[in-house]
Every structure is written in C-alpha cells, then in structure tokens.
Nanobody, 126 residues
Framework: QALLEVSGGGSVQAGGSLRLSCAAS????????MGWFRQAPGRERGGIAA???????DYSDSVNGRFTISRDNAKNTLYLQMDDLKVEDTAMYYC????????????????????WGKGTLVTISS
C-alpha cells in the first residue's frame, strides 16, 4: 500500500504560479506512472500531467506549455510547477500513481489509477 501526501495548493491571481508536491511513502515502488489530476466544481476528474519512471511525460492540451511535471525518484516525490495560471485552472488537484499504465494511458484513465493522495485546492482569481 502506498501513501501519497499532496501539498502546495493555495490561492493566487491569474498569471501567477504555484508548485504542488506529492510525497510517496509506504510501498514506494509506486510503479510505472505518477500523475496529476484535477476536478473543477461540476466537472469530472481528469488527468492533466503524467510521468513514468523512465521520464516519459504527457500533458493534457489544457495545461501543455504552462505546467511542468517532474519526478525525483530518490525522494519518491512528484512535482507540478504551474505557471501562467488561469481562472479556469481553479480545481481540486490530486496526485495518483499506478504500477502498470503508461503516462498517456494515465491521463485518460483516472479511475484505474492504483493509489490516490488527498486533494489540494487551487484557486485562481482574476
């Protein structure tokens, strides 16, 4: 069993930046893929960025070019650097991990991810 602890949410104005962290503990071989997902009010949870253990990365179109996912395997920690934030980025953000999926698969199969952290709220004001 893996435990994923998310930190770094908060409130900023549009155009600002935030950095999220996701520290893994317990069963730290969380496997092939770790990713970030978000759920805005009234919308389904969806993948926005994922990275596998070899460093292959995929982004959703909505964040590509503004968000950067990275992974420090030595620290068992996943990061999401969010720049040029927009009001529509307001959502609850989650970290998840899966032993088998590729990064591309993870973006479109949130419900199939093996492990989930608790969400952190990101609020962007205009």
């Amino acid at each position: 069993q893996a435990l994923l602890e998310v930190s770094g949410g908060g409130s900023v104005q549009a155009g600002g930046s935030l950095r999220l962290s996701c520290a893994a503990s317990g069963d730290t071989y969380v496997g092939g893929c770790m990713g970030w997902f978000r759920q805005a009010p009234g919308r389904e949870r969806g993948g926005i960025a994922a990275i596998n253990s070899a460093g292959s990365i995929d982004y959703s179109d909505s964040v590509n070019g503004r968000f950067t996912i990275s992974r420090d395997n030595a620290k068992n920690t996943l990061y999401l650097q969010m720049d040029d934030l927009k009001v529509e980025d307001t959502a609850m953000y989650y970290c998840a991990a899966d032993r088998w999926m590729t990064s591309a698969q993870a973006l479109n199969n949130a419900d199939a991810m093996d492990y989930w952290g608790k969400g952190t709220l990101v609020t962007i004001s205009s």
